[in-house]
């Protein structure tokens, strides 16, 4: 298996224009999540899904932003309108989710500019 | 609130000698601690997992231990390689959760 596969691997994008971030999870893996790394905050889980499902998106930080999962092998993380504060590097993560002890398999990552 | 923390960002290390990271928890008992090397323009890649039963766990030239009365996992890389210069996150499990420290960032000079 390729891995988690993220796409863009950069994007480039003015204030206000809607963004658009693509996952293709590990094939097998149940769970999906989508975390946001800056350097004043780290590491932040944004949503997560299982089995398609979202099941926590208390870390999606407005209305703008939103995830979606239409089926095992394909999400997106859309942010409209975005907004020069979005600038991060968002990535995605698949894991088996065979209890708290497994494993997450992150993506390279899309690094987002908005100005 | 619950907290993992890690409380160096920056560990300057001689080739050879061993690395210790600390991470920190505050307010629960997290059942599992994990531990991920992250290298620049890279997401995190898994290295170690411990349970809290557990005292240490070894892979190679890591250790990794779980003290729940210090409530702290000490991360330990021996013999260390230029190689090793990364950051190094530890995450605690929670449901199917992973939350993340902040991160230590390791170089190893030659």
């Known amino acids: 298996d390729a891995g988690v596969i993220q796409s863009p691997r950069h994007e480039v994008t003015e204030m206000g224009q809607e963004v658009t971030l693509r996952c293709k999870p590990i094939?097998?893996?149940?769970?999906l999540f989508w975390y946001r790394q800056t350097m004043m905050r780290g590491l932040e889980l944004l949503i997560y899904?299982?089995?398609?499902?979202?099941?926590?998106d208390s870390g999606m930080p407005e209305d703008r932003f939103s995830a979606k999962m239409p089926n095992a092998s394909f999400s997106t993380l859309k942010i409209q309108p975005s907004e020069p504060r979005d600038s991060a590097v968002y990535f995605c993560?698949?894991?088996?989710?065979?209890?708290?002890?497994?494993?997450?398999?992150f993506g390279q990552g899309t690094r987002l500019t908005v100005v | 609130s619950q907290k993992i923390e890690q409380n160096s960002e920056a560990l300057n290390i001689q080739e050879g000698k061993t690395a210790t990271l600390t991470c920190n928890y505050t307010n629960y008992s997290p059942a599992y601690l994990q531990w991920y090397r992250q290298d620049p323009g890279r997401g995190p890649v898994f290295l170690l997992l411990?349970?809290?039963?557990?005292k240490e766990k070894r892979k190679e030239r890591l250790k990794v231990t779980f003290d729940t009365t210090l409530k702290q996992s000490l991360f330990h890389i021996t013999a260390s390689q230029p190689a090793d210069s990364a950051t190094y996150l530890c995450?605690?499990?929670?449901?199917?959760?992973?939350?993340f420290g902040a991160g230590t960032t390791v170089t190893v000079r030659a």
């Open positions: 094939s097998g893996h149940d769970y």
């Open positions: 899904f299982n089995n398609n499902v979202p099941i926590d």
């Open positions: 411990i349970r809290e039963n557990e």
């Open positions: 995450a605690r499990s929670n449901d199917y959760k992973l939350s």
């Open positions: 993560a698949s894991s088996l989710g065979r209890g708290r002890s497994t494993e997450a398999f």
